[in-house]
């Protein structure tokens, strides 16, 4: 079992400014902050990266992570460049990219595509790596890693020690295969992002999945990550900061329970 420091990606709030977030944050005993780059942070701005940096520190929470939004081979070295250089004035340790073209399924790569996307993805977990931040694969739907072997795969082809992947259940994926999917890639994560969706996205308070995600959290395998890990709440029902508050209360509970049960107590892997 792996313990998780309770984190909260911007992008959770896409309205609220980042002083806002982070004073929410603050409230909720969030220790780290994975910070956007759509809106909180855009890539090449590197004074409003500093300002946030700041913002975060100050209230005592770390950057845990730059959430960018590159998408290789959509976007390529130069502009994951600008991101490394927002990443590194924003004080952010890991970056996380977008596994091949932004919704496009895993499916209809050729053999020659998925070569070049992750001969892409070396090339730019190797600058990144010159700049000590680490790379982070988004495991999600309508991507390189929207199933178990096509994320397998990838991993593979990339064959680089600076490349991890997030872990996500796919909304409505169900508890067994998820911890099924845990176990055969567990040793190549990083962070996890923590949210309550059905098959249909809609959301609903994490207390309703408590035994879900309570069994993740548990029984989440040894890894190669380096660093610390966080369980980063995403998303919450109507965007409502009330509901993250209630939200964040479950999750700590769940995160002391997960750091007190041993794994495999109610279920072995």
Partial sequence: MTSFRPGLCSVTFR???PRTIVRLAAECGIEGIEWGGDVHVPPGQPDLARHVRRLTENAGIAVASYGSYIAPPSDDEDAFASVLDTAHALGAPNVR???GSRNRDSATYSTEERRDTAALIR??????ADASVTLGLEYHPGSLTDDLASAQNLMAEIDDP??????????GLPLAEALDELRAIGRETSHVHVFAWDSEKARYPLADQRAYWSEILTHVPATRWPGERFAMLEFVRDDSPEQFRADAAVFHQMLEEARKRPSGADRSL
Avoid: C, E, S, T
Wanted: charged share 25%; glycine share 0%.
């Fill in 97 to 99: 990219i977008w596994a």
């Fill in 123 to 128: 090339r730019m977990a190797r600058r990144a």
């Fill in 15 to 17: 309205k609220l400014a």
């Fill in 162 to 171: 600076n490349v991890f992947l997030y872990w996500q259940p796919r909304p």
